[in-house]
Nanobody, 128 residues
Framework: QVQLVESGGGLVQAGGSLRLSCASS????????MGWFRQAPGKERESVATITWSGGDTHYLDSVKGRFTISRDNAKNTVYLQMNSLKPEDTAVYYC?????????????????????WGQGTQVTVSS
């Protein structure tokens, strides 16, 4: 069974940066579309950034464009989310997710239901 383990969350002041990592145990990691989602208290989970298996296509939530960057290192079975210029409204639990049932898709899926494997989440708190 595929496992995803997030790390890198924490407390940061507004304007600061954090880098989230998500490591996968899957030997076929390089074939998956991967995504970062977040859920703030009292809100629905939303797609923050997604990336195709090759990294050739990415998709971002409008409110993070220009501040967040998703990337992946298939040799290390890891996907990253670099978050710069953080704002208090970025405070949430951030989840890594994978589409494991479709290999080598050119689709940077953005809908939660399209992802079948999830990490446990990592808390990101941005203070004002």
């Amino acid at each position: 069974q595929v496992q995803l383990v997030e790390s890198g969350g924490g407390l940061v002041q507004a304007g600061g940066s954090l880098r989230l990592s998500c490591a996968s145990s899957a030997r076929t990691f390089s074939a998956y579309t991967m995504g970062w989602f977040r859920q703030a208290p009292g809100k629905e989970r939303e797609s923050v950034a997604t990336i195709t298996w090759s990294g050739g296509d990415t998709h971002y939530l409008d409110s993070v464009k220009g501040r967040f960057t998703i990337s992946r290192d298939n040799a290390k079975n890891t996907v990253y989310l670099q978050m710069n210029s953080l704002k208090p409204e970025d405070t949430a639990v951030y989840y890594c997710a994978a589409v494991t049932k479709t290999f080598y898709s050119g689709n940077a899926y953005t809908r939660e239901y399209e992802y079948d494997t999830w990490g446990q989440g990592t808390q990101v708190t941005v203070s004002s």
